[in-house]
């Protein structure tokens, strides 16, 4: 397979990445950027999650990337990192509060029941959830505790369709907000059909010292966020030497990132933005002027709304 044509298509298809000189996208930080990024929602389909997955094993294997288990980012990388490490066949390390925790992705209790999807509260629903929603080759969608603060302020990542009825897996250490995950799909018309819950408080840090472990990224965009990941991993003894990702803009300030880390961090990624714009143009998403406005923007990412008309939103 063309795993960069592949994704960046059906990304483009799903509007998992959408592109729009005018009007542009408000970033968080407020800036105005003509490009948006969700690779949540390859989450909805399980042909996406595997081709992503396949995608990230193409690449271990061609590039000779050595590794004892696989890190996912919080919380984004988890459901990509999840699916690759059941591909490989290697446990699954997740940190929450600079920690590392291990999970044995290929050992989970199959759930019998009619379901359309499997949802999971997050992080600790999101391994056993992603697996069952492999295994069962359904859609798979995420519930955090409450709304993000910026993007799209979504609460529930990937696509919840109305009229759903879920597997919904809970996860949670200490405190469970089932009732929350419960009330935020039924708010999208999805219907908890069962509930799998476990707390999961009695399990210890995992000691990763030595161990070989690739950190698993959705989107490299500044690349802070990332470079710190890797180094959290590091700072628990592993050997973190490669970051992978679905996508990347290949932004200036990304490269900045990773360059205080010492030593060198390998960034690998899936799509890269020239391949994305490429894909777009042929797929005619965009024009030859928009080509242009879009290569403008990665050459200056941070003054391009200015340049054209649209400052920067100050956050009040």
């Not at 910026?150 to 109305?162: A, D």
Request: glycine share 6%.
């Amino acid at each position: 397979m063309d795993y960069p044509t592949d994704i960046a298509t059906e990304g483009l298809e799903i509007s998992a990445i959408k592109l729009s000189t005018n009007p542009p996208f408000t970033w968080a930080s407020g800036y105005n950027m003509p490009i948006y990024n969700d690779n949540r929602m390859f989450l909805a389909n399980p042909n996406h999650r595997m081709m992503i997955a396949r995608g990230f094993r193409e690449m271990i294997g061609s590039e000779k990337i050595p590794y004892d288990m696989i890190a996912g980012t919080s919380t984004a990388g988890i459901a990509p990192a999840a699916s690759l490490a059941s591909l490989l066949h290697t446990p699954l390390i997740i940190f929450e509060n600079n920690t590392p925790y291990f999970f044995d992705i290929n050992s989970f209790d199959d759930v019998q029941g009619d379901f359309d999807a499997i949802a999971s509260t997050c992080p600790w629903g999101i391994p056993t959830g992603i697996a069952l929603a492999n295994h069962k080759n359904l859609p798979f969608m995420y519930v955090r505790q409450s709304q993000k603060e910026h993007g799209l302020k979504q609460q529930i990542e990937g696509i919840p369709i109305e009229g759903q009825q879920v597997l919904l897996v809970d996860y949670h250490r200490g405190n469970s907000y089932e009732a929350n995950a419960i009330r935020a799909l039924d708010e999208k018309g999805v219907t908890v059909k069962k509930t799998l819950t476990l707390d999961v408080s009695n399990q210890e840090p995992f000691d990763i010292r030595g161990r070989k472990i690739p950190i698993i990224e959705d989107l490299i965009s500044t690349g802070g966020s990332s470079a710190s990941e890797v180094q959290t991993s590091r700072n628990n003894g592993a050997i973190s030497d490669y970051c992978l990702s679905i996508f990347t803009y290949g932004l200036d300030k990304a490269l900045e990132a990773f360059a205080t880390l010492d030593p060198k961090c390998q960034v690998r990624s899936l799509l890269t933005y020239d391949k994305l714009l490429e894909v777009a143009k042929e797929t005619e998403h965009i024009d030859t002027n928009q080509e242009t406005m879009l290569t403008d923007w990665r050459a200056d990412p941070f003054k391009w709304g200015e340049k054209h008309g649209f400052p920067r939103v100050e956050k009040k």
